[in-house]
């Protein structure tokens, strides 16, 4: 059974930097990348960007470009998404998701997410 | 950045019956690369199409997708008490990738 498990809910103070986790098993890690997506409180979805756990490549959405780093550790199976100079609207539920990215970009598509991550921004 | 407007905004129906849902995109995007997901209160995203119209792993036949260059649609041929959702499209054709901003199917 294919699983993402993500870390536990954070609160943070505006200014400060969130690191979320998302845990995979089930899978070989590194022939799949992990992509991060968000929703705010009552919110359509944000896509933030993606890390392919194959190769280390990302792709950020340029919203976030300066402001977030994603990682893989393909030891643990473990990708990070660290989120930095939080504002009160980054609060949100944030999601992993894999996708295979070693077969091209027909197979983009995000099969299987994380049951989400909630960020509160408040001073 | 492409743009995708779903319609219609909310969407109420009875079980039983056929739901429509539109996704119409700005621009062009590469050979169709467009999912829809299903989202219920408190839970991830769900994905039910790929490809425009191939169903993912495990979605029951009820759920079609159709459509190619900027027009899409998904229907649920009859629907089922526990089809009543949020759905949203997403395209993966180009960077950065985007969704719709979503269609409520509520029961009427």
């Known amino acids: 059974q294919v699983h993402l498990v993500q870390s536990g809910a954070e609160v943070k103070k505006p200014g400060a930097s969130v690191k979320v986790s998302c845990k995979a098993s089930?899978?070989?890690?590194?022939?799949?990348?992990i992509s991060w997506v968000r929703q705010a409180p009552g919110q359509g979805l944000e896509w933030m960007g993606w890390?392919?756990?194959?190769?280390?490549?990302?792709n950020y959405a340029q919203k976030f470009q300066g402001r977030v780093t994603m990682t893989a550790d393909t030891s643990t199976s473990t990708a990070y998404m660290e989120l930095r100079s939080l504002r009160s609207d980054d609060t949100a539920v944030y999601y992993c998701?894999?996708?295979?990215?070693?077969?091209?970009?027909?197979?983009?598509?995000?099969?299987?997410w994380g049951k989400g991550t909630t960020v509160t921004v408040s001073s | 950045e492409i743009v995708l407007t779903q319609s219609p905004g909310t969407l109420s129906l009875s079980p039983g019956e056929r739901a429509t849902l539109s996704c119409r995109a700005s621009?062009?995007?590469?050979?169709?690369?467009l999912a829809w997901y299903q989202q219920k209160p408190g839970q991830a995203p769900r994905l039910l199409i790929y490809?425009?119209?191939s169903r993912a792993t495990g979605i029951p036949d009820r759920f079609s997708g159709s459509g190619s260059g900027t027009d899409f649609t998904l229907t649920i041929s009859r629907l089922e008490p526990e089809d009543f959702a949020v759905f949203y499209c997403?395209?993966?054709?180009?960077?950065?990738?985007?969704f719709g901003q979503g269609t409520k199917v509520e029961i009427k």
């Open positions: 998701a894999r996708f295979s990215a070693a077969a091209g970009p027909s197979y983009y598509y995000m099969d299987v």
């Open positions: 089930g899978y070989t890690f590194s022939t799949y990348a």
């Open positions: 890390i392919s756990a194959y190769n280390g490549n990302t």
């Open positions: 621009q062009s995007f590469s050979s169709n690369y």
């Open positions: 490809g425009a119209s």
């Open positions: 997403q395209q993966y054709g180009s960077s950065p990738w985007t």
